[in-house]
């Protein structure tokens, strides 16, 4: 079960919110979806839940085309929309019966569907409880049990953690892991601890352009962001006697620590070494900044207004 989204536009006005995109995520993936508010994220998700319908270009799920076939296209789609837009004087339990029965699920399979959810959201204590009265992460948890009731194996999530504190953050993270095997999933988030612990590859959108798409591994890896090695010795140096190594471009001190960023594709922690042991220097520490999804996000996306 595939999600392609192929030349992709969706015009207000003046304005371009999705820029001619194009993807394809495959059954079994896990893929989050970045980018700066107003970046488009949104937009492409209400289209590929037919929504709102695109300027131009299509999105297909399994084939169907979202535009042409948008009922059937809904009944094998799970969405959660950022504003999760529950309905606050309902119980829990009387609230996934409703959301069951527009899915049409059987009359003799709907309770035991709606205990299955219950408990795979881990909502036992709450299920009698009015959604008005629940807490943030409650309510996030009746939203994705909403978005999965009908057993839809593509889901789509938008920022499902939004407002979360830590504990429920985490909660909704191990969640997500376990309900998406075998599942096609896209999510957009903005933090990018939850993309490095629940995908194997993300997609960065900026002002409507992708601007990266590609497994983490090969973002973390093959940025071009300039290689920092971090040191510290037990006496003061002169920065000039750093920046005068092979390989330096710029040193920063930052309190006992040298912050050393060098040429790509070069490694001075070995001039380093000899340089302190030639200066009969003790090196307290020496390690290279790894590159993190933060920084990567800033580089591709730092024209971006918030």
Same mark, same amino acid.
């Given at each position: #079960? ?43 998700? !209400? ?23 948008? #009922? &059937?296209?809904? !009944? ?13 004087? #309902?119980?829990? +339990? ?6 069951? !029965? ?47 009731? +009908? ?45 490095? @612990?629940?995908?194997? &590859? ?17 973002? #973390? ?32 001190? !930052? ?5 050393? +960023?060098?040429?790509? +594709? ?39 207004? @918030?």
């Amino acid at each position: #079960m595939s999600l392609q989204v192929n030349h992709l536009s969706k015009v207000y006005g003046q304005q371009k919110a999705v820029d001619d995109i194009s993807f394809t995520i495959n059954k079994g993936e896990i893929v989050g979806f970045l980018g700066p508010n107003g970046a488009g994220k949104s937009t492409t998700m !209400k289209i590929a839940t037919g929504f709102i319908p695109a300027t131009s270009g299509e999105i297909l799920v399994d084939g169907l085309n979202v535009a042409e076939q948008p #009922m &059937r296209v809904k !009944k094998i789609i799970g969405y959660l929309p950022e504003h999760n837009p529950l309905y606050l004087d #309902m119980y829990v +339990h009387e609230y996934l019966g409703f959301i069951g !029965k527009v899915y049409q699920i059987p009359f003799s399979q709907l309770k035991s569907r709606i205990q299955e959810m219950i408990s795979l959201c881990g909502l036992e204590v709450e299920q009698n409880k009015l959604i008005g009265s629940l807490s943030k992460g409650y309510r996030q948890r009746v939203g994705l049990a909403q978005a999965l009731i +009908h057993n839809p194996p593509v889901l789509i999530l938008d920022e499902p953690t939004t407002g979360l504190d830590p504990n429920q953050i985490v909660e909704i993270r191990k969640l997500i892991r376990q309900i998406s095997q075998n599942k096609t999933v896209i999510f957009s988030t903005h933090i990018m601890q939850e993309v490095q @612990a629940l995908c194997d &590859r993300a997609i960065i959108i900026n002002k409507g352009k992708i601007v990266a798409d590609d497994s983490l591994k090969n973002l #973390m890896g093959n940025t071009e962001n300039q290689p920092v090695i971090i040191v510290e010795f037990k006496e003061p140096i002169a920065e000039t006697d750093l920046s005068a190594l092979s390989g330096v471009e710029k040193v920063i001190k !930052k309190g006992n620590q040298y912050h050393i +960023h060098t040429k790509i +594709h070069t490694d001075v922690r070995p001039a380093l070494i000899q340089f302190a042991s030639q200066k009969n220097i003790s090196l307290i520490s020496l390690r290279q900044e790894e590159n993190s999804m933060e920084e990567i996000f800033r580089s591709l996306t730092t024209d971006a207004t @918030a």
